[in-house]
């Protein structure tokens, strides 16, 4: 097992390692995920990639022992990339990983060469984007993140795998209350606007945790952005349908 002292956490990663000089990817995981999140990624993507998971601080196997929750996620994730001696990394990012992924994005844009948001904005200083989620707010949806964050069809549709991402969600310890908390250079909307990264946006059109309208106000802002919106899917693109979520970031990192 392979940790990181981020201060104030172990911080657990793996490194997956692909062919020789190959680029590098770091998975992001959601709120409702952990390194383990990504089995049907990782095989796929280290043939042609190194391939580095994380536990996000307090999630599974990566402790908070000061409580500073989502206000570290970048740094930490910087720490990591020097610790590995990496120039350069392509992210990929599921829901609250996308925090992470755009946080170092604005902040450190030489040490990413490629950002994918799968089911995420960002969640950035961005107050009208705030109120269109509130008007989009579904009040029947389960109030479980782990419920809402797996598409209705695909409930019904594969119960052996919405029970597999249920025990993966299950590995993570009580959240921390400050999980969502921000750090003071949280990016504004003038900061994300300037985004020069290459960037790909995707969402499943049945997501109620994040709908597709905030995706796609998200990606209409920086220029550049690849927007696609998914039939028949939910939250978990990557985890309800990983061959087309496989193909499309793959497609889209060749093209960079």
């Excluded at 680029?23 to 999140?37: K, M, R, V």
């Excluded at 060469?113 to 029947?140: H, I, N, Y």
């Excluded at 908390?181 to 995707?202: F, G, R, W």
Aim: charged residues 20%; contains cysteine.
């Amino acid at each position: 097992m392979t940790y990181l002292d981020v201060g104030g956490c172990n911080l657990y990663y793996e490194d997956h390692s692909g062919p020789e000089d190959a680029p590098t990817l770091i998975f992001l995981h959601g709120a409702a995920g952990n390194h383990i999140s990504w089995w049907q990624q990782i095989p796929y993507f280290s043939k042609n990639y190194r391939c580095v998971t994380i536990d996000h601080r307090g999630f599974c196997w990566s402790e908070d022992e000061n409580q500073q929750g989502g206000s570290r996620f970048v740094e930490d994730l910087k720490l990591l990339i020097d610790k590995l001696g990496l120039e350069s990394v392509g992210l990929i990012c599921q829901s609250m990983g996308g925090r992470t992924g755009l946080g170092l994005s604005i902040k450190y844009p030489e040490r990413v060469w490629s950002l994918v948001m799968g089911g995420t904005w960002g969640f950035f200083d961005w107050p009208e984007q705030k109120t269109l989620a509130e008007s989009l707010r579904d009040s029947s949806a389960p109030l479980n993140l782990e419920q809402r964050a797996i598409g209705n069809k695909f409930k019904r549709e594969h119960p052996q795998s919405t029970f597999l991402y249920e025990q993966i969600a299950g590995l993570n310890p009580p959240r921390n209350p400050n999980i969502t908390s921000v750090s003071t250079d949280t990016p504004t909307l003038a900061d994300v606007m300037k985004l020069s990264v290459p960037m790909l946006a995707l969402v499943g059109k049945e997501d109620v945790v994040i709908p597709p309208p905030l995706i796609e106000a998200f990606a209409n802002i920086i220029d550049g952005t690849t927007y696609v919106e998914l039939e028949d899917l939910g939250h978990s693109v990557y985890f309800e349908n990983p061959t087309l979520f496989n193909e499309l970031v793959s497609n889209f990192l060749e093209t960079i």
